[in-house]
């Protein structure tokens, strides 16, 4: 399973650094797959931010994080990290992380390049 935490009220301008830990029998290591980061708000669609590739060499980011957000993931500690800094009041949302096994390209910017999902944790910037 794949959990999500490090959420929380933070001001303008402030950081959060968001963890997505894996485990399980089918996470026996992340280096094998995968992690991309979403982020929900009310009456929306869930909206790509930041994806890397099962190798770590392919990273994606959403045009409206770049520069402020870096995607990471540590495979000996089968964890995924989203550093967020600079943040917006616009940042404001439900933060999700994925994995897709060996999911590399273009297609981790989509829901559908997922196959295991986990819950999300709240982000809050005030203005």
């Known amino acids: 399973q794949l959990q999500a935490s490090g959420g929380g009220l933070v001001q303008a301008g402030g950081s959060l650094r968001l963890s997505c830990a894996a485990s399980?029998?089918?996470?026996?290591?992340?280096?094998?797959?995968?992690v991309g980061w979403f982020r929900q708000t009310p009456g929306k669609e869930r909206e790509f931010v930041a994806a890397?590739?099962?190798?770590?060499?392919?990273?994606h980011y959403a045009d409206a994080v770049k520069g402020r957000f870096t995607v990471s993931k540590d495979n000996a500690k089968n964890t995924g990290y989203l550093q967020m800094s600079g943040l917006k009041p616009e940042d404001t949302a439900v933060y999700y992380c994925?994995?897709?096994?060996?999911?590399w390209g273009t297609g981790l910017t989509r829901t559908t390049g997922y196959d295991f999902w986990g819950r999300g944790t709240l982000v809050t910037v005030s203005s």
């Open positions: 994925a994995a897709d096994h060996k999911g």
């Open positions: 399980g029998r089918t996470f026996s290591t992340l280096g094998n797959y995968a």
């Open positions: 890397i590739a099962w190798t770590g060499s392919d990273i």
